[in-house]
């Protein structure tokens, strides 16, 4: 069974930085796309970053691009997402989300309904 629990949520003011994990357990992360998803108070849910199944290759928003980092630890089986320079309009709850094929990629990594397994959330708050 799929599970996917996101770490590091938390305050941080405008500038700052903060690490985002996310522990997969029934898989390995490396086999699967893995995704960063957000989604702000009134606002639908955004791919925020998304790395490649096998590959590594990786994706990002605009938004974030420059900012952001997507990683992931085969051996510990975890997916990381590094902040830097935030913003107020970076807070949001963010999730991780996960499948083992996403066809396209490179044009869909986005879209939230390719992917099935998902986490609970971690609640990022950017204070200006």
């Known amino acids: 069974q799929v599970q996917l629990v996101e770490f590091g949520g938390g305050s941080v003011q405008a500038g700052g930085s903060r690490k985002l994990s996310c522990t997969a357990s029934?898989?390995?992360?490396?086999?699967?796309?893995m995704a960063w998803f957000r989604q702000a108070p009134g606002k639908e849910r955004e791919g925020v970053a998304c790395i490649g199944a096998n590959t590594g290759t990786t994706y990002y928003a605009g938004a974030v691009k420059g900012r952001f980092t997507i990683s992931q630890d085969n051996a510990k089986n975890i997916l990381y997402l590094q902040m830097n320079s935030l913003k107020p309009e970076d807070t949001a709850m963010y999730y991780c989300?996960?499948?083992?094929?996403?066809?396209?990629?490179?044009?869909?990594?986005?879209?939230?309904?390719?992917?099935?397994?998902w986490g609970q959330g971690t609640q990022v708050t950017v204070s200006s």
């Open positions: 989300a996960a499948d083992a094929y996403v066809p396209s990629a490179n044009i869909v990594w986005s879209r939230q309904d390719r992917y099935r397994y």
């Open positions: 029934g898989y390995s992360v490396g086999n699967y796309f």
